[in-house]
């Protein structure tokens, strides 16, 4: 059999591994590529998909790094099944359908952004509300420990991983020319001792491995300090009169947030008059959605319920559904804690709290998921100085934290905790959603301490697997073209533009009032897109 890696290697997102075997091709996952331009533009290589002639998607879990392409396959001719777990079947119906709006809305503003510009306005999204729409009756859904045959000579186990509501591990038992190979796909392996989930399944058995990496380099901080750190940035703004914002990802970590602060009302930790606003729509549905499915979460969390309490409801908290709702939280004076997304603040809400927030000293902005490389979540936890947002250079002087310990996916000691439980030594680990840096740590760490042969594959690798743990060939990946920056050629063409602007100072001084205004907003935006380019140097 064949495995090719579109996605989540050497990167953290666009998770997509397509296996053909001698009956069938399918694909674990079809995550959309998230970060910065380069990263982003894979999501608009379709063809390498080969979308019509996919038979069978399995998606490990709703997030969109692992499933938001899958609009963009049925746009592309895919119109075959999708099996998954039911709380995940119900979560790619929003998740999706919020993901075409934005494709269509960032469309619509390109459009118009050329149209001031008087060029062609010829864009199109990547797809549409109609593509995610086509999705949904395709999605099949399975229990844990439900085996089930998706083509002949394929038998496809879910277990749970513990990483979010419905989030599984893929067991694959293939049968191929008359041998037998059984293949695991750990998808997000999760943080033991995780609100709402219960800890990731145990796997004793494969012939081949591919396990996430995304902290392989780190361990997390333990639950109560996590908890006691969120309280601390709280007390800090609470007192002085200003907002705790917190991007979070509308499926889990929204409402691992929410039982967080219910856990801190328990313990008479959180202020009684500070409001909690959940500012996101797709939150607001998602949480609906997690409690429908109460079997699927831990004994700690069922006891609450049958109780009659909700750990992701507080006295509080006010959900925030409408744009107006949403611009209201920051025209209000006092203190108050905001959920918002996106998680990586690359999109929604989340951007107009920062731009509201950021440059208060008094503020605190509160990170509890992981930023990937290239957004501005990211470039805020790495020290930036300053944050371009919506045509505005934001000072960052608000109190920032990172708490690590809310993450959903295990930590560096956790992974290789959950890989010793595998006994064929002989199995070759594949290492996938993880940053290069973070997977050659974790690759030297299993070869010392567990013995088991490490691959890092690239991205559009291609490899062949044969039985009892044979890779008989690698196929080169395809290596794509460096985006090339010409720094002389830029600058040179800015002196020339400068110089050529002094020369028509006079003219601009005869034009009207109103024209030389247009023109001094512009350059000052040309001032600021310089200083923050500046900032990394």
């Given at each position: 059999m064949k495995i090719k890696f579109l996605g989540a290697a050497r990167a953290v997102t666009g998770s997509c591994f397509v296996i053909e075997t001698d009956q069938a091709r399918f694909a674990v996952d079809c995550g959309m590529h998230q970060g910065n331009d380069k990263i982003e533009k894979r999501n608009w290589n379709a063809d390498i998909y080969e979308a019509a002639k996919i038979d069978f998607f399995l998606i490990t879990h709703a997030h969109i790094d692992h499933s938001g392409l899958l609009p963009l396959m049925a746009k592309n001719g895919f119109r075959k099944p999708i099996y998954t777990t039911e709380p995940t079947g119900d979560l790619l119906k929003i998740l999706l359908l919020d993901s075409a709006h934005i494709q269509e809305t960032e469309a619509g503003w390109k459009i118009k952004r050329l149209q001031r510009w008087g060029k062609s306005a010829d864009v199109a999204a990547l797809y549409t509300t109609k593509d995610a729409e086509v999705v949904a009756p395709l999605v099949k859904t399975k229990k844990y420990n439900e085996m089930f045959s998706p083509a002949p000579g394929i038998k496809v186990n879910f277990l749970d991983a513990g990483h979010i509501l419905g989030a599984a591990i893929v067991e694959i038992f293939i049968e191929e020319n008359g041998a037998s190979t059984k293949l695991v796909f750990s998808g997000d392996i999760g943080r033991r001792h995780q609100l709402m989930v219960e800890d990731p399944a145990i796997v004793k058995e494969a012939d081949y491995i591919f396990m996430e990496s995304t902290y392989g380099d780190r361990n997390?901080?333990?639950?109560?300090?996590?908890?006691?750190?969120?309280?601390?940035?709280?007390?800090?703004?609470?007192?002085?009169?200003?907002?705790?914002?917190?991007?979070?990802?509308?499926?889990?970590?929204?409402?691992?947030?929410?039982?967080?602060?219910?856990?801190?009302?328990?313990?008479?930790?959180?202020?009684?008059?500070?409001?909690?606003?959940?500012?996101?729509?797709?939150?607001?549905?998602?949480?609906?959605?997690?409690?429908?499915?109460?079997?699927?979460?831990?004994?700690?969390?069922?006891?609450?319920v049958k109780s009659g309490d909700d750990p992701l409801d507080l006295p509080q908290l006010q959900f925030s559904s409408s744009t107006e709702q949403s611009m209201r939280i920051n025209e209000m004076k006092g203190s108050a804690i905001v959920i918002s997304a996106s998680g990586m603040c690359n999109a929604g809400r989340i951007r107009h709290h920062l731009r509201h927030n950021l440059w208060r000293p008094g503020a605190s902005v509160v990170f509890v998921g992981y930023q990937a490389q290239g957004t501005p979540g990211r470039r805020i936890v790495e020290g930036a100085k300053n944050i371009r947002i919506f045509n505005d250079d934001i000072a960052v002087k608000a109190n920032i934290r990172t708490i690590g310990g809310f993450s959903a996916h295990a930590g560096q000691s956790q992974l290789l905790d959950w890989l010793k439980n595998f006994t064929n030594k002989k199995m070759p680990v594949f290492l996938v959603h993880g940053e290069y840096s973070a997977q050659e740590t974790?690759?030297?760490?299993?070869?010392?301490?567990?013995?088991?042969?490490?691959?890092?594959?690239?991205?559009?690798?291609?490899?062949?697997?044969?039985?009892?743990?044979?890779?008989?060939?690698?196929?080169?990946?395809?290596?794509?073209?460096?985006?090339?920056?010409?720094?002389?050629?830029?600058?040179?063409?800015?002196?020339?533009?400068?110089?050529?602007?002094?020369?028509?100072?006079?003219?601009?001084?005869?034009?009207?009032?109103?024209?030389?205004?247009?023109?001094?907003?512009?350059?000052?935006?040309?001032?600021?897109?310089?200083?923050?380019?500046?900032?990394?140097?």
């Open positions: 997390h901080k333990n639950e109560e300090e996590s908890l006691n750190e969120l309280a601390e940035a709280i007390n800090y703004s609470y007192s002085r009169n200003e907002k705790i914002i917190i991007p979070a990802f509308a499926v889990e970590r929204t409402q691992e947030m929410l039982y967080s602060l219910y856990l801190l009302n328990e313990k008479g930790k959180l202020p009684k008059d500070l409001p909690v606003f959940l500012d996101s729509p797709l939150a607001i549905k998602a949480t609906e959605i997690f409690r429908r499915y109460h079997s699927y979460m831990d004994k700690e969390t069922n006891s609450i974790l690759a030297a760490l299993i070869k010392e301490k567990l013995g088991f042969g490490v691959t890092i594959p690239e991205y559009q690798e291609e490899i062949l697997l044969g039985p009892g743990a044979e890779i008989r060939e690698i196929k080169a990946q395809v290596v794509e073209e460096e985006p090339r920056v010409d720094l002389d050629a830029l600058i040179g063409s800015l002196e020339a533009k400068v110089s050529e602007l002094k020369s028509r100072k006079k003219n601009i001084a005869s034009l009207s009032l109103s024209r030389q205004m247009e023109i001094q907003d512009m350059l000052k935006e040309a001032d600021m897109n310089i200083d923050e380019a500046k900032i990394d140097v």
